[in-house]
Nanobody, 115 residues
Framework: QVQFAESGGGLAQPGGSLRLSCEASGVTFSFNGMGWYRQAPGKERELVAIIRVNGATIYADSVKGRFTISRANARNIVHLQMNMLTLEDTAVYYC?????????WGQGTQVTVSS
């Protein structure tokens, strides 16, 4: 059974920074991909960033140049450094891990950007 430990969410001012972390445990393999999705009120869940086990990354256009995803494969840990935050980054951020054809999701952590 996969378990997620997400941390780092909270309140930030516009232009500020936050760092999200997620550790997926309970498995003996490295997930093919790990990353973050987000869901703002009244909107659908959307991709933020994904990093594959080979280090390849995918970012949403809205976060390119501001967010950086990194990963510690040996422990299935993924980080998301979020800089230059804007009001539009306010959402619940969900950690995701995939292996073969299956996706696993964390419970989510709230990120609020407000002045």
């Amino acid at each position: 059974q996969v378990q997620f430990a997400e941390s780092g969410g909270g309140l930030a001012q516009p232009g500020g920074s936050l760092r999200l972390s997620c550790e997926a445990s309970g498995v003996t393999f490295s997930f093919n991909g790990m990353g973050w999705y987000r869901q703002a009120p009244g909107k659908e869940r959307e991709l933020v960033a994904i990093i594959r086990v080979n280090g390849a990354t995918i970012y949403a256009d809205s976060v390119k140049g501001r967010f950086t995803i990194s990963r510690a494969n040996a422990r299935n840990i993924v980080h998301l450094q979020m800089n230059m935050l804007t009001l539009e980054d306010t959402a619940v951020y969900y950690c995701m891990a995939n292996f073969l054809q299956r996706e696993f999701w964390g419970q989510g952590t709230q990120v609020t950007v407000s002045s």
